[in-house]
Every structure is written in C-alpha cells, then in structure tokens.
C-alpha cells in the first residue's frame, strides 16, 4: 500500500514538471504561427507593383547622405497604408551614405502608389533629387 502512494506521488511530481513545459510550447506553437514576416525592398525595387497581406506591414531601404542636407520623406502615402516609423542605420563617417528606413502597414484593402522623395528641408517638391515609387495592392 505505500508503494501505491509513492507511486502516486511521483507520478504527480512528473506531471507538475511536464505541465508548463506542454503550455510553454503550445505558446511557443501558437506564437509563431502568427508571426509576421516583413517583406524588406530597396532602391532597386524602384517602380515596381507589390502585393502584400491586409494588416502587413513592409520596410523600404533607401540610401541617403545626411551630410548634404538631404533625406527621404513620404510625398505621397495612400490610404491603404499607414507610416509606422522611420529610422537611420549605419553612417559613422562624415560625408558617407547611411540607409534611411521607413516601415509602412497595410490598413484596408486596395490599390495606391507610394511615393518616397528624397530632397533638402528648405527645397520645395519638384526640387526633389530623387523620387522611388511603389505601386502597393492589399490583398
């Protein structure tokens, strides 16, 4: 009889470890099912038509010198997406070309062009240096 209770009691003891190993992998399981993955373009995806998912969201990598003044900015954002944020990387050497990246997230179904230009703070639009466009269809 008091082997059956040791028996017992061990058996609980496993099963109290083995518990929050099966939740945290179910988490783990459910978790990456759902992750997103961002689709990254670059200059060299310069007028080209994209499709992406409703509620996706995607980077643009677009080199830019900060030395001279200049950056990107958004000329013309359709209602389909939403800008989530805009951050620099690289750089560290005066007068180099650092990549500026925006990260955008589709909001609602459709089709819209994305316009990027890249130009000084001071200087109005049609003295844009450059221009990347993206033709952008929610799905």
Known sequence: MGNKAYKSSSLKSAEA???PLILASAIITVLGTHAEEIVNFSINDNNRAVAVGLHNSFSIRLPVQLGIGSSWQAASLPGILEQENMIFEGGGVPGGTEMQVFRFRSVQEGRGKLVLINLRPWEPPT????????????K
């Open 127 to 138: 003295k844009a240096q450059e221009l990347f466009t993206l033709t952008v269809t929610v």
């Open 17 to 19: 470890l083995l518990l």
